[in-house]
């Protein structure tokens, strides 16, 4: 048997009933973990892409892991072209420009962590014309999750 000690501070349960869900034209990012859901030191989530989704131009300010669950998708990551698809992991540096393509017919599943407090942004400012609500507009830096 053995005891832990009162200075250990015990994990904590995100019930999958709980998980925050946001939905936006190109499908569903679903927080895992995060420091305000679970008390993470890192952010996690869930990308549902839809078939055939188009992402926008962005960047984040930091480092973020991707792992393919399903589905398949092509990323371009600076000048780089990458077809991805499960089991797949890519390591998306911070500050360079990345824009995913889903698959047209099964679109793509992946789990994605990045530090807490990442925050993405528009390249040189510029945002999308066509982007959704919660994207960055201009040269705002948010924190998406």
Known sequence: ??????????????????ARRIE????VMTTLASPTQG??????????????????????DTELVWTWLSGAAVV??????????????????????????ADP????????VASAGARVYNPGGVSDPDACALAPKATERLVPL
């Open 1 to 18: 048997m053995s005891v832990v000690p009162e200075s250990v501070v015990p994990g904590s349960f995100v019930s999958g009933t709980e």
């Open 24 to 27: 936006t034209p190109n499908g």
């Open 39 to 60: 008390r993470a030191g890192q952010a996690v989530w869930r990308v549902d892409a839809k078939p055939g989704m188009v992402g926008p131009v962005h960047a984040f």
């Open 76 to 101: 371009r990551l600076g000048g780089e072209r990458y077809e991805v698809g499960p089991g797949d992991t890519m390591v998306l540096p911070a500050d360079v420009s990345r824009q995913m393509y």
């Open 105 to 112: 017919e099964h679109g793509f599943v992946s789990v994605v």
